[in-house]
């Protein structure tokens, strides 16, 4: 007998059921399959999915289910045209000399039952800083259009779909996580082979990244239930654990790991979710406006203390020297325009399409708990 709290929890079985190739339980009222479906689109998994869903013997009706099927059969394309850039991309790499490392989905992509089980918005890799000039000149020469962020990535994308990221960091020098990870090529240089430690690190403290900012989805905890199946016993305990520790992301990632595995090792949902399952499920892929703010809100408090809110307020009402500057740069000519600036700035917070932005962004101010 399965019994489902709502269609999330029924998506996870699906999921579920896909990975370790089992008979899915029908769904219990068809009129759930379009929130099954939109939820999957929505964190990316919809693709999984319909490996479930077309074991069923009550199906989405035919207009769904084909649209679905569509979705698996993008997944299936995409799978195959991400495989070819790779691969081109790293042999331009090696015949330049180029060392690189690939940090992210293409490796974990392997640990799941097919590849193309694992989406990718983009492919990453991480180079040395100084060869960053040169791979842009053969992304370049591979026909993507490139753009620099800050000196120290690069960005190429290529129609239809292909994005590109070359990193020259594993996290960039503002992070709370830059100093607590080895420099990536270290265990290269040491043992002549990329430390396995390290990749389970940097997944776990990118996941921890997208937490403290927008947010993460179901993708995220199902790449969390694949790295622990196959790493999990592999890892040097004691080393991770310190650098979790020195990151502050110890009891998250203790957390997150019993999330996978309650969701895909054992397959159980409850009616009541944990904070943290609420927080995944509302996330959507890539996280929402609302989660960010909240964090970024959080952290300031954190940053500021006592009578956070009524500095903010009156902030957000009045505007910073710095903001008012950035956002009307006559002011650096014309101080004196500085009222009517404001005056501007004032009215144009009052426009339809940014009335219920400023209010989701107020309704969060209020009811934020800001000691938790």
Same mark, same amino acid.
């Given at each position: 007998?399965?019994?489902?709290?709502?269609?999330?929890? %029924?998506?996870?079985?699906?999921?579920?059921?896909?990975?370790?190739?089992?008979?899915?339980?029908?769904?219990?009222?068809?009129?759930?399959?379009?929130?099954?479906?939109?939820?999957?689109?929505?964190?990316?998994?919809?693709?999984?999915?319909?490996?479930?869903?077309?074991?069923?013997?009550?199906?989405?009706?035919?207009?769904?289910?084909?649209?679905?099927?569509?979705?698996?059969?993008?997944?299936?394309?995409?799978?195959?045209?991400?495989?070819?850039?790779?691969? +081109?991309?790293?042999?331009?790499?090696?015949?330049?000399?180029?060392?690189?490392?690939?940090?992210?989905?293409?490796?974990?992509?392997?640990?799941?039952?097919?590849?193309?089980?694992? $989406?990718?918005?983009?492919?990453?890799?991480?180079?040395?800083?100084?060869?960053?000039?040169?791979?842009?000149?053969?992304? +370049?020469?591979?026909?993507?259009?490139?753009?620099?962020?800050?000196?120290?990535?690069?960005?190429?994308?290529?129609?239809?779909?292909?994005?590109?990221e070359v990193h020259t960091a594993y996290f960039p020098e503002n992070s709370p996580f830059y100093s607590v990870m080895r420099p990536?090529?270290?265990?290269?240089?040491?043992?002549?082979?990329?430390?396995?430690?390290?990749?389970?690190?940097?997944?776990?403290?990118?996941?921890?990244?997208?937490?403290?900012?927008?947010?993460?989805?179901?993708?995220?905890?199902?790449?969390? %239930?694949?790295?622990?199946?196959? %790493?999990?016993?592999?890892?040097?305990?004691? %080393?991770?654990?310190?650098?979790?520790?020195?990151?502050?992301?110890?009891?998250?990632?203790?957390?997150?790991?019993?999330?996978?595995?309650?969701?895909?090792?054992?397959?159980?949902?409850?009616?009541?979710?944990?904070?943290?399952?609420?927080?995944?499920?509302?996330?959507?892929?890539?996280? $929402?406006?609302?989660?960010?703010?909240?964090?970024?809100?959080?952290?300031?408090?954190?940053?500021?203390?006592?009578?956070?809110?009524?500095?903010?307020?009156?902030?957000?009402?009045?505007?910073?020297?710095?903001?008012?500057?950035?956002?009307?740069?006559?002011?650096?000519?014309?101080?004196?325009?500085?009222?009517?600036?404001?005056?501007?700035?004032?009215?144009?917070?009052?426009?339809?399409?940014?009335?219920?932005?400023?209010?989701? +962004?107020?309704?969060?101010?209020?009811?934020?708990?800001?000691?938790?």
């Amino acid at each position: 007998m399965c019994d489902f709290f709502d269609e999330n929890d %029924y998506l996870i079985h699906l999921i579920k059921c896909a990975i370790h190739n089992e008979q899915p339980c029908e769904i219990p009222d068809v009129e759930w399959f379009d929130t099954v479906y939109q939820s999957g689109v929505y964190h990316h998994v919809a693709n999984i999915a319909f490996y479930s869903v077309e074991k069923l013997e009550r199906k989405p009706n035919e207009a769904l289910y084909r649209e679905w099927e569509k979705c698996r059969d993008r997944a299936v394309v995409r799978e195959f045209t991400q495989t070819f850039a790779r691969d +081109e991309i790293i042999d331009a790499f090696e015949q330049a000399e180029i060392r690189y490392l690939e940090p992210q989905g293409t490796q974990i992509k392997n640990l799941y039952p097919y590849p193309e089980y694992r $989406t990718m918005s983009d492919l990453d890799f991480i180079i040395d800083p100084d060869n960053l000039p040169k791979a842009r000149d053969l992304l +370049e020469g591979l026909f993507y259009e490139c753009q620099d962020v800050d000196d120290v990535e690069v960005d190429g994308f290529r129609p239809p779909n292909i994005n590109i990221e070359v990193h020259t960091a594993y996290f960039p020098e503002n992070s709370p996580f830059y100093s607590v990870m080895r420099p990536p090529f270290a265990s290269v240089e040491e043992t002549g082979r990329y430390d396995l430690n390290e990749l389970y690190i940097y997944n776990f403290l990118h996941i921890a990244k997208h937490y403290t900012r927008g947010g993460f989805g179901i993708r995220r905890v199902l790449d969390v %239930y694949f790295l622990n199946l196959n %790493y999990g016993d592999k890892i040097h305990q004691q %080393y991770v654990s310190s650098v979790f520790q020195s990151a502050k992301t110890e009891a998250f990632v203790d957390e997150l790991i019993a999330l996978a595995n309650q969701w895909f090792a054992h397959g159980q949902t409850n009616a009541e979710r944990s904070e943290l399952a609420n927080f995944v499920l509302s996330s959507g892929l890539h996280g $929402t406006w609302n989660h960010f703010f909240t964090s970024q809100f959080k952290s300031s408090y954190q940053n500021e203390g006592a009578f956070f809110r009524v500095k903010y307020f009156f902030r957000r009402l009045i505007g910073t020297k710095e903001i008012m500057y950035a956002k009307y740069p006559v002011l650096n000519r014309w101080k004196v325009l500085y009222p009517f600036c404001w005056i501007h700035r004032l009215f144009s917070a009052l426009k339809p399409s940014k009335r219920k932005k400023i209010g989701e +962004e107020l309704k969060i101010v209020i009811s934020t708990d800001l000691n938790n």
